[in-house]
């Protein structure tokens, strides 16, 4: 049975992401059963007021900016000392790796690291290993090193699944029958996760193209053509300028465009609005505050609701059992093989939110619900 590989490496081959995408989602769903442990080393606890490091990317949405806070917040709370540090703007990875590496200095008995370029970290995870640290791998996996113990991240391939059939079910709404005329777009090709959100939506949208139910305008159909360096606006921005003049110029329908992040839908509508067109099904990710409001209005369709204080607290629960000298729960074992090793991963469940269920999914979050009112 084959494992996820394009999960963990989907950026390095665009046409492998396609290829494997139909295959991906039947043995995936078959890979959630619940179990606890998995570590690759064994537990051996650490002082409860040890150093914790944490290693964000930039900050390049308000979910990093706000886990940044709860992680220094969380960590205080339970009785660790932490040192949570973002990379630069650049777009090399060089202070991420200074970072992990002083961490390692300062005798960090857990590295939690949201990697700014999953296959650029090897070394300073090696590093960390060898000091005795534990390596948890957050939101992005780490690929192409046995050194990372953990992995912690919502389900990013039901993401995309989430994304693409929210694609689907919006287009439908407005017009019955297809063929419908889509476009797509996809993240940074140095992030790990912007594979795995494009072929989870591959693997709802694909057998529809390949039935003509789907039409892609532009024929740009995988990764390398679709992905947006650095998960910049403006890039989404230029994009969509480009594709609306050589592809919608004379007076064909834009129906949806597959979005995987909030910040890319805002930047696509602003174009799709500049050019004078109608604004078509524009997905997201995130639930920021702007997206919510676009989607209250009437202009973004959909979000995908991932509530990063959730995800900090799991890996701040990481944290303490491991302190403890016990084994974190994971749920699943299988499904992120990141080229050297399978993972073991703790995977939390990601919500489709549309202007129908803003209120609901929203209703416990007290800087969005007031929007949805």
Partial sequence: MRTFLTRSIAAVSAVALLTLSAACSNEREGATGATTGGSTSAAKGFPADSLIGVALPSKTSENWVLAGDLFTDGLKAAGFKSDVQYAGASTTVADQQAQ?????????????????????????????KQSGATVIAYDRLITNTPDVDYYIAFDNFKVGQLQGQALLDGMKAKKATGPWTIELFSGSPDDNNAGVFFNGAMDVLKPLIDKGEVVVGSGQQDVKQTAIQGWKAEGAQQRMDSLLTSTYDSGKTLDGVLSPND????????????????IPIVTGQDSEVESVKSIVAGEQYSTINKDTRELVAETVNMVKALQGGGAPEINDTKSYDNGAKVVPAYLLPPIIVTKDNAAEAYANDPKLSPLTK
């Fill in 100 to 128: 992990i590496s002083a961490m390692v200095t300062k005798g960090a008995k857990v590295i939690v690291i949201g990697a700014t370029d999953a296959a650029q970290l090897s070394t300073q995870v090696a590093q960390a």
């Fill in 263 to 278: 910040t890319l839908a805002r930047a696509i509508i602003t174009s799709v609005k500049g050019a004078g067109k109608p």
